[in-house]
C-alpha cells in the first residue's frame, strides 16, 4: 500500500470499533463519533490499517494494545474499563501512559479527570423517540439489559430486548403508552428513550452504582427513580427533551475540542 496523500494539516483518524449494531449503544456512539469527525472537516477511516507515520487511532475500552499500529492512540471509555468484552476477551483495566483517554460519562472516569475529557455523545432520533401527548398510560414494561432479574413482579410484565428494539418506531409508539419502565440494567441509553417518549424509569438497583452515581450521569435524573423507593419522581417531558437537545449543542463544542488535542503534537 503507497503512502496516502492526506489533504491539509489534518492527521487521518483511525476508528476501530465492532460492526454497526441499532441495539448497542455504546457501539452506536463509537461509530456517530467517526459521523461527527466527517461532519468537522476531518479525515476518518474504518478498522483499517493505514501506511501514515502521523495516524490516529480512537478504540473503545473493549480493545488492547494498538491493532492499527497507529502513531496516536485515542481510548474512548464507553462503559466502566473491563467490564465489556471483545470476542469473549474482557478489555483491559490498565492503559498505556501515552494513550489519550476520554471518557463518554463522568462516572466512568475518575474523580480527577478534567471536563474537556468528558465528552458524552447523543445517539438518539428525537424525530422518532418523542413524547405524543397521549393522556392516559396503562402499561408498564421492564429493561432488563445487563443487568439481573430479580423481582417477582416484573417477570409478568412485557419486557423490551434488543429484538424488540429493533424497530426503532415500534419501540416508541409502545413506550408512549407507558407510565413507568422498570430497568435492571443501572446506566443505560433505554433510559433516555424511554423519558423522551413521555416514560419514567424506575432502577432496580444492583448496588454497582449509588443514586450520587446516577446523578452524575449526563441526562440526570429528570423522571428517574432509584431503587424502588416510596417516592416516585414525576418527569417533565418538555424539560427532559430540552436537556437532551442541549447535550447534543454541548458535544459540538466537546468535537472541537477533542480536534485540538487529539492533532496537537
Known sequence: ??????????????????AYDTTSGGIRVIHALRSWLEIKGQVVFMNAKIEDHNSIAIYPEIYHGNPAEANRVVRYILNTPGRMANFGQPGPTVFDKND??????????????????????????????????????????????????????????????REFALDQ????????????????????AMFEIARLCGCRVEIISDGRFKKQDIAMYEPGLNGITFGLNNKTEQLDSKAFR???????????????NFISLTQHE
Open 100 to 161: 489519550l483517554l476520554f471518557y463518554f460519562s463522568r462516572i466512568y472516569a475518575p474523580k480527577t479527570v478534567k471536563s474537556e475529557q468528558i465528552m458524552f455523545l447523543p445517539i438518539l432520533n428525537l424525530h422518532i423517540f418523542k413524547n405524543y401527548g397521549r393522556k392516559k398510560r396503562k402499561e408498564r414494561c421492564v429493561y432488563v439489559g445487563w443487568g439481573d432479574e430479580t423481582k417477582e413482579f416484573t417477570k409478568s410484565l412485557f419486557h423490551i430486548t
Open 242 to 256: 430540552d436537556h437532551y437537545m442541549s447535550l447534543i449543542k454541548l458535544f459540538d463544542r466537546k468535537i472541537d
Open 1 to 18: 500500500m503507497g503512502q496516502l496523500n492526506v489533504m491539509g494539516k489534518y492527521k487521518p483518524y483511525i476508528v476501530i470499533a465492532p
Open 169 to 188: 418506531q415500534r419501540l416508541a409508539d409502545y413506550l408512549n403508552t407507558c407510565e413507568v419502565m422498570y430497568s435492571y440494567d443501572q446506566v443505560s
